[in-house]
């Protein structure tokens, strides 16, 4: 059954410091999204992508993010200079965009740790 | 921002009893999904309702859209121990999936 891959599956990253989280969806599926879920709370919207731009973001998703899909069948999100409340399980989804009934496939996440 | 609502937020029952869990807003959504969550792991997509007052059947879980498509609940008919999980309620934004809400959830343990 297809699934969304995503690496790595655990960073631990210095202050300051950037990130590149990896994810490759579904490869016939057209809308991506970055989510992200800190410890103990709720599954929050970064940003979507359709036709190789963003869609929609979110008030979380700063100028310290940028999201890219270089090749066709990577989806990255980049963090340019990490914080310490950047710590979060980050998901990558993905979309069929032909049936659009809002209906998600996740992948495993990546939990970010900013020491 | 269209929200959704989700009680109880936790919720601990015995082996074979029956629950429901809600997930309310004050916005029509176009459709909703329910996803299932287990610690470490991302979301899996059990279910979406499109038409209100729709109710699917996944084995022992049941799903209804409100009338107004508003609001959806799940209903576990003799929970077992394997039901344990997170249950959170998303849905689009209006005019589309640009941006797909999600609840807090539902942290749902079946003691055995």
């Known amino acids: 059954e297809p699934e969304v891959t995503q690496t790595p599956s655990h960073q631990v990253t210095q202050m300051g410091q950037e990130v590149i989280l990896r994810c490759v969806p579904i490869s016939n599926h057209l809308y991506f999204y970055w989510y992200r879920q800190i410890l103990g709370q709720k599954v929050e919207f970064l940003v979507s992508f359709y036709n190789n731009e963003i869609s929609e973001k979110s008030e979380i998703f700063d100028d310290q993010f940028s999201v890219e899909r270089p090749d066709g069948s990577n989806f990255t999100l980049k963090i340019r200079s990490t914080k310490l409340e950047d710590s979060a399980m980050y998901f990558c989804a993905s979309m069929l965009e032909r049936r659009n009934t809002g209906e998600l496939f996740f992948g495993e996440g990546s939990r970010l740790t900013v020491l | 921002t269209q929200l959704l609502e989700q009680s109880p937020q936790f919720l601990s029952i015995q082996e074979g009893e029956n629950l429901t869990v809600y997930c309310n807003s004050s916005?029509?959504?176009?459709?909703l999904q329910w996803y299932r969550q287990e610690p470490g792991e991302g979301p899996v997509l059990l279910v979406t309702v499109v038409t209100g007052g729709e109710v699917k059947k996944l084995k022992r879980l049941t799903f209804q859209f409100g009338d107004a498509r508003k609001d959806s609940s799940l209903h576990i008919t003799a929970a077992q121990p394997g039901d344990t999980g997170l249950y959170l309620c998303?849905?689009?934004?209006?005019?589309?999936?640009?941006?797909?809400?999600f609840g807090i959830g539902t942290k749902l343990q079946v003691i055995p």
């Open positions: 916005s029509v959504f176009s459709s």
């Open positions: 998303a849905g689009g934004s209006s005019g589309g999936y640009q941006k797909v809400t």
